[in-house]
């Protein structure tokens, strides 16, 4: 750790050494008290304004004065003072009486910016520059202050598009960690939650905040999330997903293990219940452990309605699930293997509609596949004002031209469109039950409907397997936790779930008293 000079000079050198290729470094020197004194900044990354109000302006008035001659100087002055001067110059005696420096007077008598931090460090200094912070400099002093300058630049607070509910808070998180702290403490008003916070990235130096309350979290999970934070080396964060990727306890898996989120409601709700959240500047994601799976049923909507429809729609949600993965697979594997299963009209049906097709059912489930995957990705990166083309032609041309030429069948572009639309129902799980449609698909056409439940009991002991923090991936249905099922596919009313859920390893297990 290298310190700083007490000479000016020496320092200026320094400094502009280290900053010497970048043409937005800026350095604004000024006198005061007599002395020399500079100010270093990134241009573009401070509030000038804020600059010349609150720093220069004060400074400036004691340009030129002499701090270890100011006492006598003002006792000079008194025989002309007024009476009102007289009280002022007197306050000022005394202030600097009890000044043991310059840096102590300045940060107590002259600078009005609301955080002020003083230093000696140089490598500490090059990080608070770069972060859209000021330092100041005066001569024949060791130290160095930090002056709070940074500029805010951020959208304003909306409803997130992937988290859009009919009734309840529509506020989301912003890029600003500040902001985001600032959302959740609005909420939880309470001095229990507790924030730690680290920095990350050799060249990003990006601030990562892990908050949980006090006196409901487990403090050994806190602990060990903090451990695998602090543990990571890499050049730089760019999104919260850098850092799930390094929380995470099964590094192969396709299952998330971190929970997601971009409404501070939801993160509240989940740290009252015993998790821990982890914010990242730069991203609007707040990150949540321990994660179980069935958390992704579960909506805010839900606990802004009517229990008996949200337990409807977590019904919804569920069979839209394995609609998704299994309808593409088991036509397939009917098809090929167990056409007797299909009733006899319909069995015409699909027999007229492929008789004539060049490709095998199992190729032309996969090519429909795939071109609903391909036009997924064009949507998402066309520009908004072509989607409504993208979609005209992908969806509508394109697939009826394909049938009517012969290249598909209707039932199998009907089959794909199905497990197409209930496929976002649960949206935070959508990469995931993509892959494992295209896998039942390709066993329901090797294997047919055995080879998938074998398949598929073998995913459930996989998952059973599974645990986040000491926490079962399928909590609170394996292990079965009663208490925790109140919230589960059915949701109780609130005032029958008095307990905190079993499945995470929380402390105070009380939430609603009688």
Do not use: W
Not at 100 to 109: G, Q, T
Not at 245 to 273: C, N, T, W
């Amino acid at each position: 750790m290298q310190k700083i000079s007490k000479e000016l000079n020496k320092n200026k050198t320094l400094i502009e050494n280290i900053f010497k290729d970048n043409p937005n470094f800026i350095a604004k020197e000024l006198t005061i008290f007599g002395k020399s004194a500079c100010i270093y900044f990134m241009e573009g990354l401070i509030d000038a304004t804020y600059l010349a109000d609150y720093v220069l302006k004060p400074c400036l008035k004691y340009k030129d004065e002499n701090f270890d001659a100011l006492n006598k100087e003002i006792n000079k002055s008194n025989k002309k003072a007024t009476k009102n001067n007289l009280s002022n110059l007197k306050t000022q005696i005394n202030k600097s009486s009890k000044s043991s420096n310059i840096i102590d007077y300045i940060l107590k008598n002259i600078l009005i910016i609301g955080k002020l931090e003083v230093n000696d460090d140089l490598d500490a200094l090059v990080k608070e520059v770069t972060k859209g912070k000021g330092i100041m400099f005066v001569d024949t002093c060791s130290k160095y202050i930090i002056l709070d300058l940074e500029k805010v630049q951020q959208r304003a607070i909306t409803e997130p598009p992937t988290s859009a509910v009919a009734k309840g808070p529509r506020a989301g998180f912003v890029e600003n960690i500040k902001t985001n702290i600032s959302c959740i403490r609005k909420i939880l008003a309470t001095n229990n939650l507790k924030i730690e916070t680290t920095n990350v990235g050799k060249y990003s130096n990006t601030m990562i905040a892990v908050m949980y309350i006090e006196g409901i979290a487990d403090k050994k999970i806190v602990n060990a999330i903090m451990e695998k934070i602090k543990k990571i080396n890499i050049d730089g964060i760019i999104d919260s997903y850098y850092v799930a990727s390094f929380l995470e306890e099964h590094k192969y898996s396709i299952f998330r293990e971190v929970g997601q989120s971009e409404k501070p409601d939801i993160v509240s709700a989940k740290m009252l219940e015993g998790r821990v959240t982890i914010l990242v500047d730069g991203s609007p994601i707040a990150l949540t452990l321990p994660f179980m799976l069935f958390e992704d049923l579960q909506s805010s909507n839900d606990y802004y309605s009517e229990n008996s429809h949200s337990s409807f729609v977590r019904i919804l949600r569920f069979l839209s699930i394995l609609i998704t993965i299994a309808l593409p697979g088991v036509y397939i594997a009917i098809q090929l293997h167990h056409y007797k299963a299909f009733p006899l009209k319909f069995l015409v049906t699909i027999i007229n509609t492929t008789q004539d097709l060049p490709l095998t059912p199992f190729l032309e489930m996969l090519l429909v596949l795939i071109l609903f995957e391909i036009l997924y990705e064009a949507s998402l990166r066309m520009p908004k004002y072509m989607g409504i083309a993208m979609s005209i032609v992908g969806a509508l041309i394109l697939g009826d031209t394909a049938v009517k030429a012969g290249l598909v069948s209707p039932p199998s572009v009907m089959i794909v469109a199905v497990s197409g639309i209930t496929l976002y129902t649960v949206p935070d799980q959508s990469e995931q039950i993509s892959i494992l449609r295209f896998v039942f698909t390709v066993v329901g056409g090797i294997l047919g409907i055995y080879g998938m439940v074998l398949f598929g009991l073998y995913l459930l002991i996989y998952l059973n397997d599974f645990d986040s923090y000491g926490v079962s991936y399928l909590s609170p249905y394996a292990p079965y936790y009663e208490e925790d099922t109140k919230d589960g596919i059915f949701q109780r009313d609130l005032l029958m779930m008095r307990k905190r859920p079993k499945s995470l390893h929380n402390k105070n297990k009380t939430r609603i008293r009688r």
